[in-house]
């Protein structure tokens, strides 16, 4: 079981950036695929990178690939998301969320284990 806890959301300007941190408590951290979703208000919740659980591996949103990194710390149990060149269209409650095994699933659903999120603003 793994347990995330979200942090480093705030508010920033059109094309700043901001890292966000996943502490993810898990006696075995390295079997979890672990993945970054977002939700914006009137919205659906939208998936937005994965990381495989030695991070050898990683899947991203269209709409974020070249400005968002996902990359983990095994030895930290941390997950983090660079955001970077935002837009506001990145405004949302943004969510980890972790899975036991190796598919890089881009569906919430498939996710067990989910963080309570955290807000990101971006103003024009």
């Known amino acids: 079981q793994v347990q995330p806890v979200e942090s480093g959301g705030g508010s920033v300007q059109a094309g700043g950036s901001l890292r966000l941190s996943c502490a993810a408590s898990?006696?075995?951290?390295?079997?979890?695929?672990m993945g970054w979703f977002r939700q914006a208000p009137g919205k659906e919740r939208e998936f937005v990178a994965a990381i495989s659980g030695t991070g050898g591996s990683t899947n991203y949103a269209d709409s974020v690939k070249g400005r968002f990194t996902i990359s983990r710390d095994n030895a930290k149990n941390t997950v983090y998301l660079q955001m970077n060149s935002l837009e506001p269209d990145d405004t949302a409650v943004y969510y980890c969320?972790?899975?036991?095994?190796?598919?890089?699933?881009?569906?919430?659903?498939?996710?067990?284990?989910w963080g309570q999120g955290t807000q990101v603003t971006v103003s024009s």
């Open positions: 898990a006696r075995t951290f390295n079997y979890y695929t």
């Open positions: 969320a972790g899975r036991g095994g190796t598919i890089l699933s881009t569906r919430a659903r498939d996710y067990n284990y």
